[in-house]
């Protein structure tokens, strides 16, 4: 997001030189440099055995499943996110958080960091942001999330990470193409 006026102050921005940046939205009175940087968020494939945790969320997609994501706030890294995040929406607590990659979403100016882990312990019991959860086979997945495209991408990698070699999981994929 390009700032105008200084969200801390309320008074209008400077430009000011910022090595490669170039003139960068300053406010001198609180000596901020506002850089042009997307939010970070999180989306995390969570595992157990061949299943895989999805969620029903209308407000993100009215028509597809979803996997577990937030935004990372501050004061926390970005695995305390992953945590935190599948434990408040899922109720399940996770380990072996694994790093698969990151996607920009341009229309919110969201970079998406995508990981995947394993369920460790916990019944499912979903907060009141999600309408739905359970666990799906992780071959089935790309079928019940059709509009997230990034999504189904982060269930590629899984796929491709515990060595899925049977065709079952693609055939929405070749069909389409
Ligand atoms: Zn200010």
Redesign the pocket.
Known sequence: MKFK???????E?IEKYSWDEGGVPY??????MYFDTPKPCVVVAVLKDNNILLLKQSYIFKNSKVLVSGYVTNGETVEETVYREVKEETGITIGDIKYLGSEYLSSKELIMLTFMANYVEGEINKSDEVEWVDWRELENAIYEMEEDEIGKNVVRKVLSEVGYTEDKAYVYDNNKG
């Open positions: 006026y200084c969200p801390k102050c309320g008074k921005l406010c001198p009175v609180d000596d901020i």
